[in-house]
């Protein structure tokens, strides 16, 4: 069996109509998403691309303890690889609000301009625990890793007409400003821890990864190559392309990647 994870284009209103190299999109379709389907092996974790020409809705996710039953939560976080000027994402609100008023903030559209809004560029980097509020701007690509859960609840669409989740949505929702250590800069060059836990752990590496960071991966791994093809178990695996190693010493890295695991 091929290393390599299947992929899904998924169209997407916000999405784009041209993928940038080296995706291609199929015509006539708008896709927003590019998704690698999780193996039995990790079917913890998720890594997908998204792509976006309009606002996402804003929408909250929630903890494991939070989801519905033999349901996770989600919790996940975005590595910036484009940003148009301008292109910006919400996370969390600009002053702590209660529920009721998060509520009518949803309903009359208010909600955009509570939240806290920052501007992007690539190499910038966020963490989003379960309950954060938060929304993608236009204007970018990035690539998100997450729990494996689908369970999004929409809080304002932006007048889309899609179904809104107001009353699990604010069941869940953090209304406090995000926590300024969630958020940081990645330099373009160089190895990164970037999150180590609760739920997975995911680094940034320039080359093959320091002992100390491969000690920190036992086991089955995900490896995304950013700008050079690397091998895994002897199989080329490019850039936009997402493999399966049975261990982290069966990857041969060359170039920027991004590795992932569960925890």
């Known amino acids: 069996m091929s290393v390599l994870l299947a992929t899904?284009?998924?169209?997407?209103?916000?999405?784009?109509?041209?993928?940038?190299?080296?995706?291609?999109?199929?015509?006539g379709k708008r896709i927003g998403e590019v998704w690698f389907t999780p193996r039995a092996a990790?079917?913890?974790?998720?890594?997908?691309?998204l792509f976006t020409t309009e606002n996402l809705s804003v929408q909250v996710h929630p903890t494991d303890a939070q989801a519905p039953k033999g349901s996770r939560g989600k919790e996940e976080c975005w590595l910036i690889t484009d940003a148009q000027p301008g292109a910006r994402i919400a996370i969390g609100f600009k002053a702590p609000i209660?529920?009721?008023?998060?509520?009518?903030?949803?309903?009359?559209?208010?909600?955009?301009?509570?939240?806290?809004?920052?501007?992007?560029?690539?190499?910038?980097?966020f963490y989003i625990p379960a309950g954060t509020v938060h929304a993608i701007g236009p204007g970018l690509s990035l690539i998100e890793?997450?729990?494996?859960?689908?369970?999004?609840?929409?809080l304002y669409d932006y007048g889309r007409g899609r179904e809104?989740?107001?009353?699990?949505?604010?069941a869940v929702a953090d209304g406090s400003p995000y926590d300024p250590a969630n958020r940081r800069h990645v330099p373009r060059t160089g190895e990164v821890a970037l999150v180590d836990g609760p739920h997975f752990r995911l680094d940034r590496l320039d080359g093959p990864p320091p002992a100390a960071t491969a000690v920190r991966y036992d086991g089955p791994l995900l490896v995304l190559p950013l700008d050079t093809p690397l091998e895994v178990c002897g199989e080329v695996v490019g850039p936009g392309q997402c493999a399966l190693a049975p261990s982290i010493d069966k990857v041969a890295f060359a170039g920027r990647s991004l590795i992932a695991q569960p925890v």
Do not use: C, M
């Not at 990790?42 to 691309?49: F, G, P, Q, R």
């Open 8 to 27: 899904t284009l998924s169209e997407r209103p916000w999405g784009v109509d041209a993928l940038p190299p080296p995706f291609h999109s199929p015509p």
């Open 42 to 49: 990790l079917d913890a974790l998720l890594v997908k691309y």
């Open 98 to 125: 209660g529920p009721e008023a998060l509520r009518a903030a949803a309903l009359d559209g208010s909600i955009e301009e509570l939240l806290a809004w920052y501007p992007v560029q690539p190499g910038d980097f």
């Open 145 to 154: 890793t997450q729990q494996n859960s689908d369970i999004t609840y929409r």
């Open 164 to 170: 809104l989740h107001l009353d699990a949505g604010i």
